[in-house]
């Protein structure tokens, strides 16, 4: 059976960092380099001209249009596509910023090319990866909101829609297996939205990673 190729796009506004990024993905036969753009309005256009790839290595910091921007736009318009910020900042600012705007991993850019290509494989089977700095980050950042969340019993069904949205399924076949409609998934994701107090399907399952309502 062959490995799956999956198609990666680099934005990054550092044309040195990119030509080395490419230069390292290359050295692996299952990633294909769809692209690379210097930032959020170009790399629109290039998938406008490619297609959408895989998995995105995100900067944050870019002219014309950063990271959280960038992410927020994806996910609007190709939620299938995940997102690992890489990224100079290590601060729990712009690891949340960058989660909650889209992003399922955060690697630091002088992380290791194991940890790299592991991250990669990883986010591009579960849709999220978490490296030790994210999970302090996400730590400190749950210990710091309130203790008793509004109304944040859930029932049957928004658990199993809870634990189905930490798969690789989209919302349409999450709605099928759930033998519910796209509707009535639509409503279960904006009301746990609303009790978890986040924006993103990858903030809905780090939230229930942490809580506890997420098994996998």
């Given at each position: ?16 960092f ?17 692209f ?64 909650r ?6 690697l ?9 290509f ?10 999220f ?18 203790t ?6 859930l029932?049957?069904n928004?658990?199993q829609?809870?634990n ?51 098994h996998?």
């Open positions: 059976m062959e490995a799956q190729i999956i198609n990666i796009a680099i934005v990054d506004d550092h044309t040195l990119r030509q080395g990024m490419v230069k390292l993905l290359k050295e692996s036969e299952t990633l294909n380099i769809l690379e753009a210097e930032n959020g309005l170009d790399m629109i256009n290039e998938i406008t001209k490619n297609g959408a790839p895989d998995v995105i290595l995100m900067d944050i910091t870019m002219p014309k249009m950063d990271g959280y921007e960038s992410s927020k736009w994806i996910k609007a318009n190709y939620p299938e596509v995940k997102i690992i910020a890489l990224s100079m900042f290590d601060d729990e600012k712009a690891i949340l910023g960058m989660l705007s889209g992003a399922g991993g955060y630091i850019k002088h992380t290791k090319a194991t940890e790299l592991h991250a990669i494989n990883e986010i591009n089977v579960n849709h990866y978490f490296n030790e700095l994210v999970s302090i980050k996400l730590l400190q950042s749950l210990q710091n909101q309130p008793t969340p509004k109304n944040e019993k029932n049957a928004e658990l829609f809870l189905l949205c930490a798969s690789d399924l989209t919302y349409k076949e999450i709605a099928s297996q759930m033998n519910l409609s796209p509707f009535t998934i639509n409503n279960y994701r904006e009301a746990l939205f609303d009790k978890f107090q986040v924006k993103s399907r990858t903030a809905l399952v780090i939230y229930g990673l942490k809580k506890g309502y997420i996998l």
